[in-house]
């Protein structure tokens, strides 16, 4: 089983941060493709930024040079700095992998549990 989980998340005042982490734990042959990704109220998921599996960043548009996502392949986790927060950007933030598991390494997409972010203005 692999299981992915989020931290970080709460309520910052409009212009300030935060840091989300996202720890993948279980039976993990190699992580590939990283994202996080954010539901609104009354909105569809959206991709906001990841990794790609050699390694590549890409952000959404609105949210570049605010928002900055890096990985430590040694503890499994992904991390998303979210910098000059607006009320816009208040939802659940998720994580999603592709990651290989077992002997075989077949691979698989995996969500988390999501982290609430609440910006005030």
């Known amino acids: 089983q692999v299981q992915l989980v989020e931290s970080g998340g709460g309520l910052v005042q409009s212009g300030g941060s935060l840091r989300l982490s996202c720890a993948a734990s279980?039976?993990?042959?190699?992580?590939?493709?990283m994202a996080w990704y954010r539901q609104a109220p009354g909105k569809q998921r959206e991709w906001v930024a990841g990794?790609?599996?050699?390694?590549?960043?890409n952000y959404v548009d609105f949210v570049k040079d605010r928002f900055t996502i890096s990985r430590d392949n040694a503890k499994n986790t992904v991390y998303l700095q979210m910098n000059s927060l607006k009320p816009d950007d208040t939802a659940v933030y998720y994580c999603?992998?592709?990651?290989?598991?077992?002997?075989?390494?077949?691979?698989?997409?995996?969500w988390g549990q999501g982290t609430q972010v609440t910006v005030s203005s």
């Open positions: 999603n992998a592709d990651i290989k598991v077992g002997p075989l390494g077949e691979e698989y997409n995996y």
């Open positions: 279980g039976n993990i042959f190699r992580i590939n493709a």
């Open positions: 990794f790609t599996s050699g390694g590549r960043t």
